[in-house]
């Protein structure tokens, strides 16, 4: 599956169609371990966007791809990869425990709507846009798979850069600690 989108209430897959005819009615089986791993990535992805912005004061994101395996965001900047341990450091430090709200706004409070948003300049027209706001983080327009609660996502680890067209690329995960008690 390559991407979902709803458009004027029908559900349109894009993927490869191995089995059946194009226009029937599909079943379809939801893989929620990858599922949950992309939310968490995703909604990691706007803690990065502040992160960024606090360090090198705003950058505008120009793609990005939310994995799995990897995920990354691209950004309008010049990112030194020496910066990377700071945005690690300030991601996980902005994570704590906030609250992810999800909601449709006309065009006209748009701007009432959002704050901190990096993507306004990669914006389609619409009749509504659904904004994403993690408490006190950003606001911004997002038609992704979120966590609700920023606690879910567990530790971001910023795992490296790379020179993209006009910006710079960088990858990141998310994981959860194990304790492992050795006995004996
Ligand atoms: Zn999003």
Request: aromatic letters at 6%; glycine letters at 10%; one cysteine or more.
């Amino acid at each position: 599956m390559k991407k979902v989108l709803e458009s004027n209430g029908v559900i349109v897959l894009y993927c490869k169609l191995i089995k059946g005819i194009l226009g029937e009615v599909a079943e379809q089986e939801l893989d929620w371990e990858r599922r949950y791993t992309v939310m968490r990535l995703h909604t990691a992805g706007h803690i990065i966007d502040r992160a960024v912005a606090d360090l090198i004061g705003g950058a505008e994101t120009i793609g990005a791809f939310h994995g799995p395996p990897r995920a990354y965001v691209d950004y309008r900047a010049d990112i030194d990869e020496g910066l990377l341990p700071e945005i690690e450091r300030r991601a996980n430090e902005l994570l704590g425990k906030r609250e992810v709200i999800v909601k449709e706004v006309a065009p006209e409070n748009l701007e009432k709507a959002i704050y901190g948003a990096p993507n306004l300049g990669r914006l389609p027209k619409a009749e509504m846009y659904r904004i994403v706001e993690i408490k006190g983080i950003n606001a911004m327009p997002c038609t992704g798979t979120h966590v609700r609660n920023t606690s879910e996502i567990g530790r971001i680890s910023i795992i490296g850069i790379e020179r993209v067209g006009e910006g710079t690329r960088v990858y990141y995960g998310v994981f959860t600690s194990i304790i492992i008690w050795a006995s004996g």
